[in-house]
């Protein structure tokens, strides 16, 4: 299996910085919508598989403001167990951005 992707949400408070270090790290077609239909299409119908995507410094910040984001991936480690592997590390300090 590969090493996880990480996705260090102490630097990420925008989508639009989220879907930069997505295409980055998952080396997301030049066409690639960013937005979260795009992302699920690509999970579940482009992405190479088997894979494991981990979020560090998940804060209560980054809860509310990325809960869609979030759900999502718990929704496609659901659909594809053993496939696609989610895991987030919470951090408990809120910087109080947003």
Not at 20 to 48: R, S
Not at 56 to 72: D, N, R, V
Request: glycine share 6%; proline share 5%; aromatic share 16%.
């Amino acid at each position: 299996m590969k090493d996880p992707i990480i996705f260090n949400f102490s630097k990420i408070y925008t989508y639009h910085t989220f879907y930069t270090l997505c295409k980055q790290k998952l080396n997301l077609p030049a066409y690639f919508g960013n937005n979260l239909d795009a992302l699920w299409d690509y999970i579940t119908g482009d992405m190479e598989l088997p894979i494991t995507i981990h979020f560090t410094g998940i804060s209560p910040y980054h809860e509310k403001k990325f809960k869609a984001l979030l759900q999502l991936m718990q929704e496609a480690a659901h659909e594809m167990p053993g496939d696609f592997i989610f895991n987030t590390e919470r951090n408990e300090y809120d910087e109080g951005v947003g």
